[in-house]
């Protein structure tokens, strides 16, 4: 303060210099003597917006939002282009509890800006952290060997707590003559030193041809390494999970490591194991292995757009009853998953499956995500 007090001593009509003296006041947290400093400068120098966001600031730090606002609406009129007048004008409007106001403020700033984060946090911070999200889908297997099947689910995963969470599911099935519908719910939780545990059940109209009931758990656990070396976490999952046909009994074991990697790619391996038990012909186990590898692909003006390719061999799933231990298979795929806003997501994905005897499955659907 010394120095600038010692700049104005010799150029008193310099208001670059009266502005940073008001800066300092506002650092000092000295907020009257600031908005005092800033009146005066304005009286003199009122068309640089710079002048107008300092005492908006000031305001809105003694609790005078609308004043606030009105102070960076001038600023923003005197050079509309600059994102952050913008983002500091939703603040204010935030504070005043204009949040639609703010919401428009902060997204003309990212689109100014969208490479700045700091709006996306302030952004975030007027939307709120969503507890609910909706997820809709539709998938479609296209048969070589028999007429396709059609699956329609819907996913409802709600956060209750930082803690504990919920998800139900429901799936219809039009597979051949055959019509099914599943019910699945379960409750997750993080346990000290323990990480994730999920644990759920399924009841059924099989129609024959899913499982009667089901029921499973997983434990997750995530190790972070560093923010700079090539590996930055790791995260295991183990899941066992147990299968009821009317005439067969199965239980899988399931095991994956995922690999965070930079610039937010990741890579994963499963490994699954699964007995399945037929009345007269004992136990049989089969294996199936699983590799994915996502990565992001563009990321503009609040919107992002990934994808994901993966391999994978052995059986298909334990799921239905004619794909138990009764072919070996390969499988190719991707998909990609596209950001409309915040909070909303679409996802196409598809894959082509190779099985023993000359079969061949063609798979591709369609899911749409709604966080609220």
């Not at 909706?134 to 070589?144: K, R, T, W």
């Not at 089901?214 to 790791?234: H, N, P, V």
Request: charged residues 20%; neutral net charge.
């Amino acid at each position: 303060m010394r120095i600038v007090e010692e700049e104005i001593a010799r150029a008193p009509g310099d208001m670059d210099v009266q502005a940073w003296r008001a800066r300092i006041l506002e650092w000092s947290d000295k907020l009257a003597e600031a908005e005092q400093e800033y009146l005066q400068i304005l009286r003199i120098a009122n068309k640089d917006p710079d002048n107008w966001m300092g005492l908006g600031n000031v305001y809105l730090q003694e609790g005078k939002a609308q004043e606030a606002s009105r102070a960076l609406d001038t600023a923003i009129g005197l050079d509309p282009k600059r994102a952050d007048l913008r983002m500091a004008h939703g603040r204010a409007l935030a504070a005043a509890g204009d949040l639609k106001g703010a919401r428009l403020e902060f997204q003309r700033a990212l689109s100014l800006d969208p490479a700045n984060q700091e709006v996306r946090i302030a952004q975030r911070s007027v939307f709120g952290e969503p507890k609910n999200e909706l997820c809709v889908g539709q998938e479609d297997n296209a048969f070589n060997f028999l007429n396709p099947n059609y699956d329609e689910w819907l996913n409802l995963q709600t956060q209750w707590t930082p803690h504990w969470s919920t998800t139900l599911v429901g799936n219809f099935f039009q597979w051949g003559p055959a019509h099914a519908a599943k019910f699945q719910a379960s409750v997750g939780g993080q346990l000290p030193k323990w990480g994730g545990l999920t644990v759920g059940g399924a009841t059924a109209h099989d129609s024959g041809v899913i499982p009667k009931t089901e029921l499973f758990f997983e434990l997750d656990r995530g190790l972070k390494i560093s923010e700079t070396r090539f590996i930055r976490g790791l995260e295991f999952t183990y899941e066992q999970h147990w299968y009821w046909y009317r005439d067969a009994k199965v239980q899988a074991l399931a095991g994956v490591a995922l690999i965070y990697l930079p610039r937010d790619w990741t890579f994963s391996i499963g490994v699954t194991e699964a007995q399945a038990t037929f009345p007269g012909l004992g136990n049989q186990w089969r294996p199936s292995e699983t590799a994915r590898l996502a990565f992001p692909i563009i990321s503009r003006e609040g919107k992002q757009l990934s994808g994901h390719i993966f391999f994978a061999t052995g059986i298909e799933n334990f799921a239905s009853i004619d794909q138990i231990g009764s072919f070996t298979s390969q499988t190719y795929g991707g998909g990609l998953k596209f950001a409309i806003t915040a909070r909303q997501s679409i996802g196409p994905y598809a894959s082509y499956q190779k099985r023993s005897q000359n079969r061949n499955d063609t798979n591709f659907g369609l899911n749409y995500g709604l966080r609220f």
